[in-house]
């Protein structure tokens, strides 16, 4: 019996938040339609909220149940999901319900709404509203509250009792998500994309639709009353939307089948023949198919009728019923003529013949028919296609073609190819006549057709618009060439849709355009191969579509030469099409003009490609006639006033020409507010004035000591004053203050002596030991330096702007890291424009919180220092969110500059407060930054009751200076906005030019991703004696004639349509770990170094717990996994130590013989680890706790919390998660001390968790008793 449950868990989540994903996943995909209403899941999602919000007002709160008399319609779903976005459950009501039951579910359930619509009024609540009066525009499109946990209830559903009175049966969301997701599972309801809801919400029946639609972000049809109870209404429901999923009881089914005759959609009915024993499946075509003609009632306004009965947006043609072809027939009673419309489906006609249709029906209409041919059977052609090229060499064909293509371009980002035509712009325009004079010409004197100059000129607008060198569209075949005799007056669809590539890295336009027609010629011997081969045949994953873009170019010579006297007597009107692809060019060659027509999503705009096809058609004929080597990714193809754009977006040309050094500003502070806190630290306060004399006492005793300006000077101090000191002295001095961490390993300490090349080390008595000094190395501790005798006063040294002001050294590719050299100059610049944008006055408190060794320390110290405001040092330990809140309050912090991840579990263990416990001081101002903003957070901060602080979502290598682009998060947290799927990093700061380009320094269209370039005066000097690595990341900048550089990112970015920088990722393999840059590449050759491993290679993925992990893979005979952790510990800092290593034979390979990162298989997390269980019920408590921050199903009483993936920001959540479900403060540094369950458990301030777990379960043992008795 346990077998046959096949029990599953799917987990009790919160439906409403799993539905509301879809907003930010997929935005402008179709989630409901009905008559009139077209929404995509940003606008239901957005409706729900606005409605969810106004209920709010109404008294409507978590718990509380609103009723919903309201009939199938688009408005009830939203009404639905407003319910949840409120945190309230629904109660469904049927509006044919008799009175009396109605009523009597209202009085039971007592709901402290009713929703129903006009017309309806029953006086049983005085808390009623009419849904269509309600008006929610003026509220957020925001959730309402933070989505409640799948123990939320979600809706109560009365059904009949055996007492004569409905009960109500009460469904939370952990129930109703388990349901949904395991019958999705089971029935592959994914694969269902468009369902028709027919059923009421007042039983459970319709629940399969309208969330196995929504959960799945799949399209809703709405259908009304009507539909569902007339076969012929139903039908046309059916057809309108092609519906692919229904849930309906047998006995509706079977009436709507007896009414429907053959009227109802193929979907619904007999749709195929199946006749077993064939060798291969056998295509039924019918030798006739009577075409009925339809007529209209005639007017004056017969033409827009006309148009408006076959409109593309709802117009559709069924594939199921011949003849796919329409005639519809009115008078035009104003122009005194008769219209004929000819709609038909692509799968029966082709451009030539619509022409030759044309021609035809004027022949017949002159009494000319026996002029015409006798008509060509189209399964002629059939049969000779089947015998012509084989299926192998087919595939042969189109696996050298495409089997390397793993990704498909997406043009601005646009991939959707299962679209219904809504939603798409058409233009049709004439080729300017001298440039259509100029293709002619030049495809002539190079020997190539027109059509390859304009398959190339696509191409590079799909590349250029997509940020890819190697795209692959479609182009429609003519299909007719190898038909044989009659094929040219031969009726049907002929033509083929295959795919093009187009390799364009290091590509001569001349080579390129020889490169795509001999392609072009190749693809005419395999016109007839099928589309679905070439997508088996490419390397992409299944269900990834091939291409976007349709490419057709066509022969219309006749067009051109106007009405000819086969014609006389009708007038072509016009023409319309519709397309799924969201990328469709079509091209007429009139003979000497062209016409194109373009259908192109309206997310991006038909004008706006047609200005670059132009574009690119001009710029390509020229370079073809005049400079035939131009390498074709060097056209400029952007219309101008899209350069202009993109470069006022990102130049902030704000300088600050009279600078003084941070030094020079500092000392002015201490002169003219010598009292004033300069440096808060525990229980220690230095003035300006005594922070002052300190630092000019020890700067002295270093110039005494030979430090000059270029002199870089270690610094191996714990966060303290002593440390700012010893940084300022430095300064004064002239030197270059280096920074080492004495917790990494000793060997990499030794690199960076070595490499920096410094003379003198200032450190301290408990880090001495854990410094490989080196001989001549002259290491200065300062516990024990007497510094009393030397002068306090400042000291006269020339501070030089461009010399060395510090150097950071970060993680690099050759496995040593690499020094980044800043001068006095661009740190005092930053120093000022950060001062600005944190808005920082002398009655401000910035908290410094970074460790030395990562440059947001200098952001948090120096701007502060040179206005006057106090820093306050947070010391070596890391604060929890109860340390941190109490430490604004009793310190009186500001301004915060936190790391993102930091600042994310901050916002969400501040959202979990009691209302009553969120008091945050005077802070002011937030700036996160090291990592992408995860939205969530933001939604936390606002729910945390911290609206009112600014929030700073920034970004900036520390070859930038820091902070070098920032966005002011506010009208996002406030609700003015509603929160993307990507939080934007905003604009650049001041003395910051940010660009975002191609692989050729080419500007990327807004939208298109690209590479993030920034230059300016606010950069790096370069990498501390490496000329040649500075010189490869440091380019020369092409938009400033003044030789400014530009320093490559190496990360991935776009604008987005509100002039706002969006971050994607990294272009190389190098990531960020809790706000740290590491080289991979680092990572792998101290792997390779390694005399067991043949093969290495490290990827960053989310980890169980969701939280950024390192994995590496090793190929090796026998590797022996923690002796492995142990190898990487003594070289790397622990952020660089992977947390999982997976031993394989091999390490998998792609077609190119390069390392195939996807198809490595998912890493083992507990590799190396024996298992044995927690004991007790304090390690078994503890356990639990692990297992839900870390992510892991279980976890043993000696598995390391490091080794599983957890870090300083998870050892916080897992203090908090201690102190919220079982009152025990925990030092965050016990589990950094005693990293497993076993050592943590026996720890004495853990003791009381026995206590706490014991007495929880006497509760629960008392309980039980007293239900038993």
Known sequence: MARWQRQADFGARNLGAQIARWAQQTPDVVAVVAPGVRWTYMELVARA????NWLNSRGVAPGTLVAMNLPRSPEMVVAILATWSAGAAYLPLEPEWPAARRAGVIADARPVLVLHPPGWSLPLTENEAILDLVDPQSYPSTPAVTPGSGDALAYVLYT????????????????LHNYVASVSQALNLPAVRRWGLTSTIAADL?????????????MLAVASDAETRDGEAFSRFMAQYAIDGLKMVPSHLEALLDCAEPRLPGTLVLGAILWEGLPAPVQLVCRQAPLTLEWLQPGSDAHARLQGHVDPAHYRIDVRKAPLLRAIAVHDDAEQRWLLQLPSHNLVLDHTTQELLIEEIALIQQGRAAELPIPVPFRDFVARARQGV???????????????????????????????????????????TSLAADVRRVAQQLGVSPAAIFHLAWAAVLARTSGKDDVVFGTVMFGRMQGGAGIERALGMFINTLPVRARLRGRSVINALRDMHALLTELLHHEHASLTLAQRCSGLAAGTPLFSALFNYRYSPRAEEGAQPILQGMQVLGGGERTSYPYTLSVDDLGRGYGLVLQVTER???????????AALRTLSEALEHAPALMIEALPLAPQAEVAELQWLGVNDRRYPDQETVLQLFEREASAYPDAPALLHGDETLSYAQLNRRVNRLAHHLIALGVRPETPVGVALERSTGMIVGLLAILKAGGAYVPLDPDYPQERLAAMIADSGMPLLLTQTSAVARIPAPAGLHVLNTDTLDLSSRDDRNPAVAQHSAALAYIIYTSGSTGKPKGIGITHATLAEHSQVARDYFGLTRADRMLQFS????????????????????VVLRGPALWDSATFRHELLVRGITIADLPTAYWHMLAQDFARLPVAQRQYGALRQVQATGEAMPPDGVQAWRDAGLAHVKLLNSYGPTETVVTAVTQDCRAYVHGDLPLPAQMPIGQP?????CYVLDANLALSPPGVPGELYIGGALLARGYLGRAGLSAERFVADPFDGAGGRLYRTGDLARWNGAGQLEYLGRTDHQVKIRGFRIELGEIEARLLAMPEVSAAVVVALAAPGGSQQLAAYVAAADLDVPSVRAVLSAQLPDYMVPASVTVLDALPLNANGKIDRKALPPPDWHAGQQHEPPQGAAEQALAAIWAEVLGHE?????????????????VMTLAAQLRQRHGISMPLRAVFEMPTIAALAATPALQGLNGSVNDDLAAIDALLAELES
Do not use: W
């Not at 909220?49 to 969810?52: A, K």
């Not at 042969?396 to 219904?420: T, Y």
């Not at 000696?1198 to 920001?1209: T, V």
């Open 160 to 175: 009949s009792g055996s007492t004569g009175m409905p009960k109500g049966v009460v469904i939370t969301h952990g129930a």
């Open 851 to 870: 460790t030395i060794n990562f440059d947001g320390f200098v952001e948090q110290l120096f701007p502060a220092l040179t206005c006057g405001a106090a």
């Open 989 to 993: 700061l001041a003395g910051r030019h």
């Open 49 to 52: 909220n606005r409605l969810g």
């Open 1194 to 1210: 279980r976890v043993g009483r000696h598995d390391n919390f490091f080794e599983l993936g957890g870090h300083s920001l998870t």
């Open 390 to 432: 084989s299926e192998a060499e087919h595939e042969r064909f189109m696996r050298s073609l495409l089997g390397d293509v793993e990704e498909p371009a997406a043009p601005f980002g646009v991939l959707d190819v299962q679209g219904d035509g809504v939603g798409v712009e058409e233009l049709r325009l004439s080729l300017d």
């Open 206 to 218: 319709g629940n399969t639709a309208l969330f196995g639609a929504l959960y799945n972000g799949a």
């Open 604 to 614: 991006v705009g038909a004008q706006r490609m047609a200005d670059y096809m132009v």
